[in-house]
């Protein structure tokens, strides 16, 4: 699971750069060089989220695994 989701979340940031990133393209924040620095805040966000995500998954795997009634 947790690679999976590690995969999803690297294909989605790729996918938004590659995007961002086209060539032939010249636009306003890429004109002043701020596209790099709106593209390293996004990223930052994925992988806070990720990262959130993680440690809630072992936070509840460990209640679960504490629970005696687990069925």
Do not use: C
Request: glycine share 6%.
């Amino acid at each position: 699971m947790r690679k999976k989701l590690s995969l999803t979340g690297f294909l989605m940031i790729i996918t938004f750069v590659k995007l961002l990133a086209q060539e032939g393209q010249e636009d306003f924040m890429n004109n002043i060089g701020k596209i790099y620095v709106v593209i390293a805040v996004i990223v930052l966000i994925f992988i806070g989220i990720f990262a959130l995500l993680i440690q809630m998954e072992r936070r509840i795997k460990k209640l679960e695994n504490q629970n005696p009634n687990n069925e």
